[in-house]
């Protein structure tokens, strides 16, 4: 696709379960981030992908919290354990390199029961 | 690292009122600054973006920022604004080919009044 591709757009799950969130990014984009959004809190970073370096994981929350990027492209953010805190918007975000433009996905919204 | 302060959470203006967002960030590198806005139910886009060329920079919709070093700002500003400008505004910053990631302030909304 043109765009960046996020699923599931919408999940809802019980307090303790794991879930899988999936990013998609734009084709050849070499950076590839996850943000968390929610009510007055703004974009929370995550974790940043760039090329072949070691991910920068320094904004994820917990342990609970994981992410890969399987050969460069395709990314999945994984919440362990879920608690209601973890209620969010997950915005996945590419661009082409440290300094381009960011391209966001519809972002997949997480409701923990 | 870097980080982003946006000062008020939310800012209301009439139609035809200049419009200010403010933005001041830390870097320890010269940085790259961005503002992204988020109108009512749609995704994130890039409004303008400032990477060490021309400190006023223009973007879409007729904003445009000053990057000022010396107060470590990159503010937004419009002189005039329209009711399709109601929307969330976002400042970021980048240290660019440092590697490090772009962080996001939390955000202000823009509220415009007829």
């Known amino acids: 696709g043109a765009g960046v591709s996020q699923s599931p757009s919408n999940k809802v799950t019980e307090k303790g379960k794991d879930v899988e969130l999936r990013c998609d990014p734009i084709s050849g984009h070499t950076a590839l981030y996850w943000y968390r959004q929610s009510l007055g809190q703004g974009l929370e970073f995550l974790i940043y992908?760039?090329?072949?370096?070691?991910?920068?994981k320094s904004g994820l929350p917990s342990d609970r919290f994981s992410a890969e990027r399987t050969g460069g492209s395709v990314s999945t953010l994984t919440i362990q354990r879920t608690q209601q805190e973890d209620s969010a918007v997950y915005l996945c975000?590419?661009?082409?390199?440290?300094?381009?433009?960011?391209?966001f996905g519809e972002g997949s919204r997480l409701t923990v029961l | 690292a870097q980080s982003v302060t946006q000062l008020g959470s939310h800012v209301s203006v009439s139609e035809g009122a200049l419009v200010l967002l403010r933005c001041n960030y830390s870097s320890s590198v010269p940085p790259y600054l961005f503002w992204y806005v988020q109108y009512p139910n749609q995704g994130l886009q890039l409004l303008l973006k400032?990477?060490?060329?021309?400190?006023l920079v223009k973007g879409i919709n007729g904003f445009e920022a000053e990057f000022k070093k010396s107060e470590t700002s990159f503010h937004l500003t419009k002189p005039s604004a329209h009711m399709s400008d109601a929307a969330e505004y976002f400042c970021?910053?980048?240290?660019?080919?440092?590697?490090?990631?772009?962080?996001f302030g939390k955000g202000t909304t823009l509220s415009v009044s007829s």
């Open positions: 992908f760039q090329g072949n370096s070691a991910p920068d």
């Open positions: 975000a590419s661009s082409l390199g440290a300094t381009g433009e960011l391209f």
């Open positions: 970021a910053v980048s240290e660019g080919q440092a590697g490090t990631a772009l962080i």
């Open positions: 400032y990477t060490s060329a021309a400190t």
